[in-house]
């Protein structure tokens, strides 16, 4: 029990830290190009990483798990981060508890990379909260070139956001909570009001998933639903906030661009979609599109086509 304690408290006053810098320090090493390398999640746990050929490999093991929730209390998931020498952090997934343990086995491209694990209100989300629980540290070899950079944490505050408690039979159910929460995200930053579509298509979602949940039916099929709920929900989020930033001017593509004899674009369209496919690789963000709705399918599969990925087109008005 003391040993817990100790662990908790160790937690707790990294997140503290963090809370109050705005940002922290990880350390991003230059992956060999054959091996293994193991890096030590502080407080506790470890991180194997191994470059492949194009891809690297990151397996972590962690013992003695707290809940998300005993960090802050509207916290749901762990989620791992992989930090590029620019600083950018990179989602790799959630980190899935058995009981106190957690693993995962994921790939990213980065081969200069560190690592960062935050307790999140769901897993899809973009980037890292004040709440760290683990930090990736490099072991003490001279010959191992590492850059100290820092991470900006905590861009987005969830002090608003009011835990979600798990319903009967949802203890083994993680993202029916995460769905719930996902939710409250979207409508905490006026999602209702500033995506109104992505929010609509959030709640109905969450509705079939409780729909589901009270039928008794199976557990994957519930999860289904509730995975669905939270992509919709961190897209309303998404588009909610970038409405209300206003820091990404929209690309507007009339309808005179298409030919709705044919359904395809016109000349002039393709090379508008082109163009805007070449904006997108100078930009961050989600590539905000002002059409209507009766062109919006046709933009999209375009888009698409043009190796723009469907999650990061958003639609406006």
């Not at 992956?31 to 194997?48: M, N, V």
């Not at 762990?78 to 343990?101: F, H, Q, R, T």
Request: hydrophobic fraction near 45%.
């Amino acid at each position: 029990m003391r040993r817990l304690i100790g662990i908790l408290t160790l937690f707790l006053a990294t997140a503290a830290s963090a809370r109050a810098a705005g940002s922290i320090e990880t350390q991003v090493i230059n992956l060999p190009g054959r091996g293994k390398l193991t890096l030590t999640l502080t407080p506790r746990g470890k991180a194997t990483l191994e470059r492949l050929a194009t891809t690297t490999r990151v397996r972590i093991e962690i013992d003695r798990v707290p809940l998300p929730n005993t960090l802050a209390p509207a916290m749901n998931s762990y989620v791992v981060w992989a930090i590029s020498p620019e600083g950018a952090a990179e989602n790799l997934g959630e980190l899935p508890l058995e009981g106190d343990k957690a693993q995962l086995d994921v790939t990213t491209a980065l081969d200069r990379m560190g690592l960062l694990i935050t307790a999140e209100p769901h897993y899809m989300v973009d980037v890292p909260s004040i709440t760290v629980a683990y930090v990736g540290q490099p072991p003490p070899d001279p010959a191992l070139r590492r850059v100290p950079v820092q991470v900006e944490i905590g861009r987005y505050g969830y002090s608003a956001l009011k835990p979600v408690e798990a319903s009967s039979g949802t203890s083994n159910l993680s993202a029916v909570v995460e769905a719930r929460a996902a939710l409250e995200v979207a409508r905490n930053v006026s999602a209702d009001r500033l995506a109104e579509e992505e929010f609509r298509l959030a709640r109905v979602a969450l509705e079939t998933m409780e729909e589901m949940l009270a039928r008794n039916n199976p557990s994957e099929i519930v999860l289904s639903a509730a995975h669905d709920a939270i992509r919709r929900a961190a897209r309303a989020t998404l588009v909610a906030r970038e409405s209300a930033s206003g820091r990404n001017s929209a690309f507007r593509f009339g309808d005179e661009l298409v030919d709705k004899a044919s359904g395809n674009l016109t000349p002039e369209g393709q090379s508008t979609v082109e163009k805007i496919v070449a904006s997108l690789q100078l930009l961050n963000g989600p590539a905000r599109i002002r059409c209507s709705e009766a062109t919006a399918a046709v933009v999209r599969r375009a888009l698409v086509n043009g190796g723009v990925p469907e999650t990061r087109i958003v639609f406006v008005r």
